[in-house]
């Protein structure tokens, strides 16, 4: 199922996207005890079911042309975690922009990092640049993984039995400030940074795991475009590393790393400016817009 959060008559509430992706049901009209996708989340697999059974019989729905989309998860419980040069060909252009940042050669281990998310921006909503200190403005689409059921010590062969869906995340980024600040917390995590969506994707419409094309355009142009089998660590590798010692619990979000072809990796960088549109597609899942402003 394709999973959704909107706005209707100003009131935030989760639902699910028609095939024909023409109109949603809401959550509400579906008989289920929940209005928002963290409570879905909340309610495991039983919960899912019923609603997945609910569809099938659904008479009630909404037209999109009435709604206005959010991020699937609007507001994280916990900040994202994020995978970085997990793609060996965008490891590769990090250290062409900033050749003492990083070390392609580090591979054995995953590189962690975490991105605060107040709230999440949904697609066809606004990149703030923040009057200009978020200089050096760059995109990173990404495959950002879902977790239902609290993880600890799992096993690589049960890792993808905790995994509810998969989304779309652009990481977007200030160079500048993450240089600044010789660390890539501060210039990933202002506010806007985190477009997501436009659908939370439930983990049975994939095979495990998951092979998806991933691309990025920036104004029609494209600019990444790679396919999820070429990133080095794997979803179950690291959700199993992680529930080692960390209990990453229902509703965690992780964010499987970027390819090659961010604005940095040119020659000269080619960064965001105001007026640009960055288009992020994940085959599966959708397209995640968003315009610069």
């Known amino acids: 199922m394709k999973l959704i959060t909107y706005q209707y008559r100003g009131i935030e509430e989760a639902g699910v996207l028609a095939r024909s992706g023409d109109f949603v049901y809401p959550l509400r009209m579906l008989g289920v005890s929940c209005r928002k996708m963290s409570e879905l989340i909340d309610g495991g697999s039983s919960l899912l079911e019923k609603v997945r059974m609910a569809v099938k019989e659904a008479d009630r729905r909404l037209p999109l042309a009435e709604i206005q989309l959010e991020a699937p998860i609007p507001e994280p419980r916990q900040d994202i975690i994020c995978l970085g040069i997990n793609y060996r060909e965008h490891a590769e252009e990090s250290v062409r922009f900033k050749g003492d940042a990083l070390s392609i050669g580090k591979t054995e281990y995953a590189t962690y990092f975490s991105k605060r998310v107040n709230r999440a921006t949904g697609s066809g909503a606004l990149i ?56 890539w917390f501060f210039g990933k ?41 070429f990133m080095i660590h794997g979803i179950a590798e690291v959700i199993s590393e992680l529930s080692q010692g960390i209990t990453l619990k229902k509703g965690t979000i992780i964010a499987m790393g970027t390819p090659a072809g961010v604005g940095m990796g040119f020659q000269p960088p080619r960064f965001l400016r105001s007026g640009d549109t960055v288009v992020c597609e994940i085959e599966g899942i959708g397209i995640l817009e968003n315009s610069v402003k």
């Open 128 to 183: 703030d640049t923040h009057g200009g200190f978020a200089e050096e403005l760059d995109y990173e689409a990404e495959l950002a993984v879902v977790i239902g059921k609290d993880a600890c010590r799992v096993a690589e062969e049960d890792a993808f039995d905790y995994v509810f869906g998969y989304t779309i995340i652009n990481d977007i980024t200030s160079r500048a400030v993450q240089t600044r600040h010789n660390q």
């Open 189 to 229: 995590s202002l506010d806007s940074f985190a477009p997501m969506g436009p659908c939370l994707v439930t983990e049975d419409e994939f095979t495990r795991p998951p092979i998806l094309r991933v691309t990025s355009r920036v104004n029609g142009e494209l600019r990444q475009n790679s396919t999820t089998d």
